[in-house]
């Protein structure tokens, strides 16, 4: 039995968008441009036949996985859930580091969500697993490379 993935509306529907681009345009032109080096002649030595041939791998490979994905996902819409105060998957959360009173914001994401330049970390990171389940104004010790580190939870928010 194959276990369902958490993961965001955005996060749907981007792979959903990609899916679409992958079936409706880069896979025609692939196909397209596959003819066309057919057309040039003998396929052992012909190089744009080969490059294209390796391209259609990498989308049909992509497709696949995208497929793959949407088939196991477990789509969370943060917004319909009734805010408690409690950290959830798909939250926005807002730490303040107790010593140096310095704020960072996160949103927990699904694995293939995880951007942390844009601030969104994994469920399964070790930051979203401290975090998961605990309240706003509860103090979180999240273990980093620098040592132990004390956060208190300022705000969650259910926002796409």
Not at 16 to 21: D, F, I, M, W
Not at 54 to 64: D, L, N, P, T, V
Not at 92 to 107: A, C, G, S
């Amino acid at each position: 039995m194959t276990s369902m993935v958490p993961m965001t509306v955005t996060g749907a529907e981007k792979l959903r968008q990609e899916l679409k681009q992958l079936k409706s345009e880069a896979r025609p032109k692939v196909i397209a441009a596959i003819a066309e080096a057919r057309a040039h002649g003998d396929l052992k030595e012909n190089g744009e036949y080969h490059a294209a041939r390796e391209q259609q791998s990498f989308i049909e490979g992509r497709i696949a996985e995208i497929e793959g994905k949407l088939s196991m996902a477990h789509v969370i819409d943060i917004t319909k859930v009734e805010p408690n105060g409690k950290v959830l998957f798909g939250t926005t959360v807002t730490l303040t580091n107790l010593d140096t009173e310095e704020t960072v914001v996160y949103k927990i994401v699904g694995d293939d969500e995880a951007d942390l330049k844009a601030r969104k970390i994994s469920v399964n990171s070790p930051v979203a697993r401290a975090l998961i389940g605990k309240s706003v104004s509860e103090v979180v010790e999240i273990r980093s490379p620098n040592g132990v580190i004390e956060y208190e939870i300022a705000t969650v928010e259910h926002q796409e």
